[in-house]
């Protein structure tokens, strides 16, 4: 342990800027049962960082690696408050609160994130579906339901999260459900009625022939307005 304490410190003075080598000398004595030692190490880890992104995601992700969630966390909001390029760590925070446990507040910043950035709607249905589990937990499946109603209902104006609605009631196989919300989609957007289609097809494989026709029948409307 003395050894590998005394090359840890010497990285430390040789380049402690980034805070990764305060981290290494926190999980020595992590790993070695002293966990003062360690808090003291990691805290000062986030103190060296510069905010810089570069540096923030290097330290998070070390963080991560050695299952310190909450020292992540720590990393990405000292990066969103001090950075000076304006980048919020939106998609991160929310990831490392899923990590967490945090399943709520990590729904919650995902949803922040998708009220000014709905292109990473495809990356957050992937992450709710890996850390939430939907198949397998229909609590988390009626969590997500009742916080996406919430958020349609006071973003009416954007349709990311009747798309992320629409998403979800296809993973519980309610297809009627999601076909009226992909029909208003589909006028508000002004689309060809691809995704009436492709709902259509899915409600036809899984036996809801009354959804299915009500989609086909939506899309021959259109060809006659």
Do not use: C
């Not at 992104?53 to 690696?65: M, T």
């Amino acid at each position: 342990f003395e050894e590998a304490e005394k090359i840890a410190k010497k990285r430390i003075k040789e380049d402690g800027k980034d805070g990764v080598s305060y981290l290494k000398l926190g999980e020595l004595y992590k790993k070695f049962n002293k966990p003062d030692e360690a808090k003291e190490n990691f805290d000062e880890a986030i103190k060296k960082v510069e905010a810089n992104r570069s540096a923030i995601i290097r330290l998070a992700n070390e963080f991560a690696l050695i299952a310190e969630y909450g020292y992540a966390l720590k990393t990405y909001e000292k990066g969103a408050k001090e950075g000076r390029d304006n980048y919020n760590y939106a998609f991160e925070i929310a990831n490392v609160k899923g990590n967490l446990g945090d399943h709520s507040g990590m729904l919650d910043s995902f949803f922040d994130l998708l009220e000014g950035q709905p292109n990473y709607l495809q990356s957050v249905q992937n992450t709710i579906n890996r850390l939430l589990d939907l198949e397998e937990n229909p609590e988390h499946m009626e969590m997500l339901r009742v916080k996406l109603l919430k958020r349609v209902q006071t973003n009416a104006e954007q349709t990311v999260f009747s798309e992320l609605l629409a998403w979800l009631l296809l993973q519980k196989k309610e297809f009627g459900a999601a076909l009226t919300q992909l029909i208003a989609i589909d006028k508000r957007l002004g689309e060809n009625g691809a995704r009436l289609m492709n709902l259509g097809q899915l409600a036809a494989g899984n036996g809801d022939f009354t959804t299915a026709e009500a989609a086909y029948k939506a899309v021959i409307d259109k060809g006659r307005t």
